[in-house]
C-alpha cells in the first residue's frame, strides 16, 4: 500500500468504518501495547463504532470525538483517531493505524491533524498521552508532534504489571501565538 500522506481524509467514525477495518484490527500485532484486544467480531466491532458513533452517555460530563482515517488517494481506511473529555476535565488522545500502514508518517500526520482539530473545540486545554514505556514507536510520534514527557506511572497490561509514560501536548502556544 502507498499512501499520500498531503491526501488523508478523516471521517467521523461510523460502524460502516468497522466493515472495512475489521480484518486489519484482527492482526495480533496491533495489541502488544494497548490494553484492548482484537474485536470479537465484526458484528461487536460494529456495535462499538456505533456506541462511539452516538457520543458519550447523557448527563457524564464526557466529549467523545473519534475519526476513521482514510487514505484520500487510495481511498483506504488506514486507521483510527479519538479523543476523549472526562468528566474530571482531563482530555485524551489515542490512535490505531493498520499494521501495513506502519513507518509512512501516518500516525504522525493523524496526531498533528487532531491537535490542530482539538485547539478550535477545547480552546487550548491540556492534551494528554498515555504510552506503554516500551513503544517506542509511538513515543516517536508523540514527541514529534510536540507530546513531552510528564510522568511515569504503573499500569497493567493484558493482566500483567507495566508501566506508561503521560505525555502533554505543547504545541498550542505555538498555535495561541
Known amino acids: 500500500m502507498t499512501l499520500a500522506l498531503q491526501s488523508l481524509v478523516y471521517e467521523p467514525l461510523s460502524e460502516e468504518h468497522a466493515i472495512e477495518l475489521h480484518n486489519d484490527f484482527l492482526d495480533e500485532r496491533l495489541y502488544h501495547f494497548i490494553p484492548e484486544g482484537p474485536p470479537r467480531s465484526l458484528e461487536a466491532l460494529q ?14 460530563g464526557e466529549v467523545w470525538l473519534n475519526w476513521a482515517i482514510r487514505d484520500g488517494a487510495s481511498g483506504t481506511c488506514v486507521g483510527t483517531l479519538q479523543a476523549t473529555r472526562f468528566a474530571d476535565g482531563l482530555l485524551w488522545v489515542g490512535y490505531k493505524i493498520v499494521p501495513s500502514a ?38 516517536r510520534v508523540l514527541e514529534k508532534c510536540q507530546f513531552k514527557l ?4 504503573p499500569a497493567e497490561l493484558h493482566g500483567k504489571q507495566t508501566e506508561d509514560f503521560i505525555f502533554q501536548y505543547t504545541g ?6
Open 47 to 60: 456495535r462499538e463504532y456505533a456506541e462511539f458513533n452516538a457520543g458519550a452517555p447523557a448527563g457524564s
Open 150 to 153: 510528564q510522568r511515569k506511572e
Open 102 to 139: 506502519w513507518g509512512k508518517g501516518i500516525a504522525t500526520s493523524a496526531l498533528s491533524w487532531l491537535t490542530g482539530e482539538l485547539f478550535t473545540k477545547f480552546d487550548g486545554q491540556p492534551l494528554l498521552a498515555a504510552v506503554d514505556t516500551r513503544n517506542f514507536s509511538s513515543i
Open 172 to 177: 498550542f502556544q505555538d498555535r495561541a501565538a
